[in-house]
């Protein structure tokens, strides 16, 4: 029988001992390359941008949709490794969570792909404007929320919703204090408004009620003479003034006669004159014909014309005309005459100028 040369057989047993080695080695590099890949696609940075971006995901958005939401934000690699978990990690249908979320600097895929999946949206500052019209409230809502305009319009229109919280539809204007609330993008209306009491509550403070009560108004009446006296005027510190004057009228059982009650009536607020056949409108807002206050704000009143109401200044002027000089401030009287005297330098400065 014929044996291997022994140097044959030394170098197989070489082979045998340096197999194991290779395995390990393999082995190594393999979790190396995995690991590198899973830190690469998951762990790296999603974006590389230097500050905060934001990603809105609403109630039609699917894995797809928020997949291409995401591409002008984060990286390829980036965007490859959140499909990834998205398909492996239940994120689609009624797994995809709406809301605002933020893409901060730094953070990785897998920091963002948890946030969306648990819902950790950003907050927005939201400011309530000073809206003439529950229509246009209602469309500076919706641009800055996951709501639709005319869905709220629809509701802040009905009489059965409006009466849930105190109000109507005349009145609900009332409700919003324009002031800076921190919501969520994806607020409901029923939350919104909910949010709105409770600012309406805090600023009507004991102080300002019993302000309200001295002079005889509530708060709903305060808001809608607020809200003509910020339509006479951007002045604050003339509001307190001209409070006090229709505040007289008011006592005297007179007709306000305020021109911005007029523009509200028709609807137009571009009027730059108001003539006497403006004033012949049926309406419950026209407060030429109508005495008392109209039945509700003409807009959202401002804290400041709210507080120029309730700190109206203690005079005996019954009539005011916007001064000639057109610096948004006011002549002010206290006979009919000697408005009338007013009243002609505006008509003078008005037709100079060409103002129709």
Known sequence: METCPPFINGKHK???KLRPKVYVYGAGILVAVIAFLLY?????????RTEIAYVYIDNDDTRDSVITKLQNIGTSHSITGFGTLMRHWGYDGDKVRTGRYAVEPGESTFTLFRRLKNGMQSPINLTIPESRTIERLSGALSHRLMLDSVEIADKFTDSSYCAKYGYDTATLMALFIPDTYEVYWNISLDKLIEKMVKGNKHFWNDQRISKAATIGLT???????????????ANNGEKPMIAGMYYNRLKKDMPLQADPTIKFAHKDFALRRIYN??????SPYNTYKNTGLPPGPIKIASMAGIDAVLNLVNHNYLYMCAKEDFSGTHNFAVT?????????????????RGIR
């Open 277 to 282: 056949k403006l004033l012949t409108i049926d």
């Open 40 to 48: 690469y696609f998951f762990f790296t940075d999603f974006s590389k």
């Open 14 to 16: 070489k082979m045998k």
């Open 219 to 233: 708060p709903i009446e305060v808001a809608t003479l607020a809200s003509i006296i910020d339509e006479e005027t």
């Open 336 to 352: 009919y005459s000697e408005h009338l005297k007013n009243a002609a330098k505006y008509v003078k400065a008005l037709n100079e």
